[in-house]
């Protein structure tokens, strides 16, 4: 029996989402009959989330792109539907043909977050491959990583054969090229690795020494997929997705995406026009989703809504406002609901991390949004901030109470609902936080218990694990020791680690502790500005002094000033300069 | 002008659910550039009128959607849905709907399903025409105030035939399939198996709606 007629016969029966396994959405590629190379393309967790990547949609795209290629999409089945493929022999297999993953090339993996590093080790035995790279014979696919978590290879190295720096549309072509040219001379798998390690972009854990990162010079010409697949159920993010921008000017200190997808780029507006329509028209969205780390940055930002929603029925939206947006109604059609980040309650810590906004800005931006009818008003938070006291994570709830006591004072018809979420600061390589060690699991539930307390009852307070941050924060600066801790974790039964109802700590802290590592001492070590760091081998193209002058910035509470307002040479432009034209 | 499209739900589709149908329809009358009509008020949505939900893995040669549209020819609108409907979602047929055509509420009323047995491999027609007839039928389900209500789903079904083959059982069962009344075809075949003898043990292997019965 074939995988499908099994799937049918067998197992789709059986288990939750049956749609998530079977494929045959609309704008999903053809197999390919004739392609020399074969790409699996995986995304470590369900099917809903990885249909939901936007940079997953533009790889699909670029390698079904590419002459000889076939991609075809891959997503960490649910344990029910595990648990069934085991029991009739499945292995994980392409949505697209229904092939075995032993079948291809390449098996490449998108890594998002840091949590999801075991449903990779998930899915590598449910193919019948190695978890390491040592163990894999000639025959067995070449095992990819890109994404953001691989700007630090260190954790992961002996996982995979290939890690992508940067961003991997650029490295893409010349690397299957290569490939290419490896396959028709007879040279062998050690062959490519060691000629896929000279391109720029390409890590290959045997044989690299370094790495630099490689990123699009020309934005305004990236691939762009007009039609990805369309999910036949209803995805995390159902919706059509223009990448207006890469990157980001401002800078906060704490954020990876705002150093390591530097500089900012944007595309014309004609452009973003163009492909929006076609995006529209081509997947039948009724809406669009205008993407970038800061998309309120891009200066025909209400054009665009403008255009979209005039000429069609479409609701075009922003992934996240800034507070310091100029004029709110251009940009959101209904405020009824809002979403802002202030980050930190206190002006000092605002400061620290270089959010370049006054409490001031906040409050008045909160009341005109009230008094604009907005009923819905959620705030992000962040603590365990580095530096942070406890006045720092009260001043959370004093802002939050302030808002809602101004919304009381004029006598609107509505109420405003206000929700403070506060999530658990991870330091993050490649960032002025990468020296500092996490903040300790007990002193961040503290904090958020002390936060909990203070909030006026009214407020609806949300909150992250600190226990997962604590594991996050480990993987996230780890060194190549942590391999091992990653696999024993794998071993003990972590998958899904991502999702809170199947993440546990004390498989994770075992896990290290076979390892020879103590979780949380490990989360919580700190690097001296001068020390090696594990990641310092990749360059992502920031100076590693610019790092430390921001941090040292951060403790004095010295801002710095955005991109747009002038350059303070981070080290990516060696003009001195970047040019924000569009 | 309003338009009834006939299709079928074949192959892959049978594991899409009703709601992700009519996002599935929403979102292919849009890449088809068929405009529809769409109702008023605060969150509007396009006036479309479906057959009654098919159950999961059941497939359908005869499934229906009214929808208005101010486009003019049905073969152009027919033409340009049928290049925008995913893989397994089939077109019958796509006709304007005269001023005294039946609505689907009046249509509709029972549907004959073929239901394909394994496992009962020494069962006989008459065998289990016999005990078909003799048999009670009850299925237990969960009522309105989550209380169990067992109801006999015989009541809800016409005729209902046999065809015993080497290896399978088919089933051809009338069974009602309109707005307000129907027999869920999967309890039906699992009532099947549990109270015909020769059935025992069998399992369900696929169900498809063959066809409809005109209200009498
Ligand atoms: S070189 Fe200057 S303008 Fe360019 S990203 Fe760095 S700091 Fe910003």
Redesign the interface.
């Known amino acids: 029996m074939s995988i499908k007629e099994t799937l049918e ?1 067998k197992i ?2 059986s288990v939750e989402k ?2 998530r396994y ?5 704008g999903a590629a053809e197999p390919k009959e004739k392609a020399s190379i074969r790409f699996a393309l995986a995304f470590p967790d369900l099917y809903e989330v990885g249909m939901s990547h936007l940079g997953f949609k533009i790889l699909y795209h670029v390698l079904n792109s590419m002459e000889d290629v076939a991609c075809e999409r891959v997503f960490a089945p649910a344990l029910d539907m595990a648990a069934k493929m085991n029991e009739h022999s499945v292995p994980l297999y392409s949505l697209e043909s229904f092939s075995p993953i032993t079948e291809f090339s390449f098996f490449g993996f998108s890594l998002q977050y840091e949590l999801s590093i075991t449903n990779v080790l998930y899915m590598l035995e449910l193919s019948g491959v190695p978890a390491f790279s040592k163990d894999r014979a000639e025959s067995c696919p070449i095992i990819v990583a890109g994404g953001p978590c691989c700007v630090n290879p260190e954790p992961i190295r002996e996982f995979f054969d290939v890690i992508f720096i940067g961003e991997s549309e650029e490295s893409l072509p010349l690397f299957i090229e290569t490939y290419k040219s490896c396959i028709a001379s007879g040279e062998g798998r050690q062959a490519f690795l060691q000629k896929a390690a000279g391109i720029e972009g390409v890590f290959v854990p045997l044989y690299s020494q370094s790495a630099k990162r490689a990123y699009i010079k020309d934005f305004a010409k990236a691939p762009f997929p007009a039609l990805s697949p ?1 999910s ?3 995805a995390i993010f ?1 919706r059509a997705m223009l990448e207006i921008m890469r990157g980001c000017a401002r800078g906060c200190r704490f954020c990876q995406a705002g150093y390591i997808y530097r500089p900012l780029r944007m595309k014309p507006l004609e452009t973003l026009l163009d492909q929006g329509r076609e995006m ?7 809406e669009i989703s205008l993407c970038g780390l800061s998309s309120t940055d891009y200066p025909y930002c209400g054009s665009l809504i403008q255009a979209f929603t005039e000429e ?2 479409v609701k075009a939206s922003l992934p996240s406002l800034r507070i310091d947006t100029p004029d709110l109604k251009l940009i959101e059609k209904s405020v009824s609901s809002l979403t802002f980040a202030p980050e930190a309650g206190s002006q000092r810590m605002r400061d620290a991390i270089n959010k370049n906004l006054s409490e001031e800005q906040i409050l008045s931006v909160a009341q005109q949004a009230y008094e604009m009818g907005c009923k819905r008003l959620k705030l992000y938070f962040m603590v365990g901030l580095p530096g942070e006291s406890d006045e720092d994570a009260y001043a959370i709830a004093d802002l939050a109470n302030l808002i809602l006591a101004n919304s009381q004072k004029p006598k609107l018809p509505h109420s405003l609902a206000l929700s403070v979420s506060v999530s658990c600061f991870v330091p993050k390589p490649h960032t002025p936080f990468m020296f500092n060690g996490q903040l300790s699991r007990e002193a961040l539930s503290e904090r958020i218990a002390a936060i909990a307390r203070r909030l006026y009852k009214k407020i609806k307070l949300s909150y992250s694990d600190p226990a997962s941050s604590v594991v996050e924060a480990a993987l996230s600066r780890g060194g190549s020791e942590a391999c091992a801790a990653i696999y024993e974790a794998y071993k003990a039964g972590a998958v899904f680690s991502s999702w809170s109802e199947h993440f546990d700590y004390s498989q994770w802290e075992a896990a290290f502790l076979k390892a020879g590592l103590n979780l949380e001492e490990y989360a919580q070590r700190s690097f001296s500005y001068e020390s090696e760091l594990p990641w310092g081998y990749i360059d992502i193209g920031i100076d590693k002094e610019f790092f430390v002058s921001e941090a040292i910035k951060a403790r004095e509470g010295i801002c710095t000033p955005s991109c747009f307002e002038s350059c303070s040479a981070c080290g990516i432009s060696r003009e001195g300069k970047c040019s924000f034209e569009v | 002008m309003k338009y009834r499209l006939s299709y079928q739900k074949n ?3 049978i ?3 009703h709601l ?1 149908l009519q ?2 329809f ?6 088809a ?1 068929v405009p529809v009509e ?1 109702s008023t008020g605060f969150s ?1 949505h396009p006036r479309f009128v479906y057959s009654p939900p098919l159950p ?2 059941v497939s359908s040669a005869c499934e229906f959607l009214d929808f208005e549209s101010i486009e003019g020819k049905a073969d152009d609108i027919q033409k340009k849905l049928a290049n ?5 979602i089939a077109i019958n047929s796509l006709a304007p709907l005269g001023e005294h055509e039946k609505s689907l509420k009046a249509l509709l009323y029972r549907a004959e399903f073929h239901i394909m047995l394994e496992g009962a491999a020494n069962a006989k027609n008459d065998d289990l025409k016999l005990c078909y007839e003799l048999a009670e039928m009850p299925f237990e389900k969960i009522g309105k105030k989550k209380k169990a209500v067992v109801t006999n789903l015989k009541q809800g079904a016409g005729s209902v035939r046999f065809e015993a083959g080497a290896a399978c059982v088919s089933v051809y069962a009338e069974l009602d399939a309109s707005f307000d009344k129907l027999v869920r075809p999967s309890a039906f075949a699992q009532t099947l198996c549990e109270q015909l003898e020769p059935l025992k043990g069998a399992a369900v ?1 696929s169900i498809r709606k063959i066809g409809l019965i005109q209200a009498p």
Do not use: T, W
Not at chain 1, 280 to 286: E, F, I, T
Not at chain 2, 26 to 31: E, I, L, N
């Open positions: 016969k789709l029966h049956p749609a079977i494929g045959n959405e609309y369309i036949n159920i209803e159902d529209l028209a081509q997947s039948g969205y009724n069609g029925r | 192959d892959s589709m594991y899409v659910s992700d996002r599935i929403q979102r292919s009358f849009r890449r550039l769409y509007p999961l893995f925008a409907l995913p893989k397994g292997a």
